[in-house]
């Protein structure tokens, strides 16, 4: 399901594979179909260019080796990745899918063609995210800090489609312009948006310490991640990517972070 400044509107997508080395099939409907079969392609990483990634790891030439058809996708759609991300951000991967799944499924709009017998939803447009109250997101889980974020994103949101015709490095500035849009947001939105396969996720609460421990064996922080990064310059995302698909990374130890609540508590005296 696609919905952006450059789509012509809302779409639900079907991709279908016989085997992997055959042809995608695809089959769209809504008033954004058209859109979105024309840029297909680049959404399933045509344009992604692989060129001068050596792996020099053996955990990253074993993981190229396991998913050798890899590439890094380009939606072309920045508020559809931005939004969620600014929803993701300093919250648990649970707290962050339900999140944006109450919103969509509050706010979107059902899918068109047979996305609707699926109960399938679109993302809300601009106009509707900037209409959202704030107890409404207080009531999917987001915090009031989140929700300031989403809508200061929404105001300029024709300028953030433009990032789609600029380098990686203006894209990211502008990106990071808006108050609330860090490093780890920008990356998360160009590595889905922009394609950019350098976008690697600095800032996250696991990726730099499981990247670490896959290539070398110890945890590191972000300084250590541009070091250990370093010679893989333009693909450093590529690299992150191939080795969560290969699932390596630390050994998952103690319980997972409780969800936290973010609605008011009301305090009453016991008896």
Request: with cysteine; glycine share 12%.
């Amino acid at each position: 399901m696609a919905r952006g400044a450059g789509a012509t509107g809302a779409a639900t997508l079907r991709l279908a594979r016989r085997a992997p080395d055959s042809p995608v099939a695809a089959q769209a409907w809504g008033p954004g179909a058209e859109w979105l079969l024309d840029g297909l392609p680049g959404m399933l990483g045509e344009g992604d260019d692989d060129e001068g990634f050596v792996p020099v790891h053996a955990p990253v030439a074993h993981a190229l080796r396991r998913h050798p058809g890899w590439r890094t996708p380009r939606t072309g759609l920045v508020l559809e990745c931005l939004v969620p991300a600014v929803v993701e951000q300093k919250v648990t991967g649970q707290e962050a899918f339900s999140g944006w799944r109450r919103v969509v499924q509050r706010f979107g709009d059902v899918a068109p063609g047979p996305g609707a017998a699926l109960r399938l939803r679109v993302p809300p447009s601009v106009p509707t995210l900037s209409g959202i109250p704030s107890w409404e997101w207080l009531r999917a889980g987001v915090s009031p800090q989140r929700a300031d974020t989403v809508a200061r994103v929404v105001q300029v949101a024709a300028r953030l489609e433009e990032c789609v015709g600029m380098s990686s490095s203006r894209a990211r500035a502008r990106l990071t312009a808006v108050p609330g849009v860090g490093v780890w947001t920008a990356a998360e939105t160009a590595q889905r948006a922009l394609g950019d396969a350098d976008a690697v996720s600095f800032g996250d609460y696991h990726v730099a310490a499981n990247i670490g421990y896959a290539l070398t064996g110890e945890t590191v922080d972000d300084h250590g991640l541009v070091e250990l990064l370093a010679p893989y310059a333009g693909h450093r995302y590529r690299v992150q990517r191939l080795l969560e698909l290969s699932g390596a990374g630390r050994p998952r130890r103690g319980p997972r972070m409780a969800p936290r609540g973010h609605l008011p508590v009301s305090r009453s005296r016991g008896r």
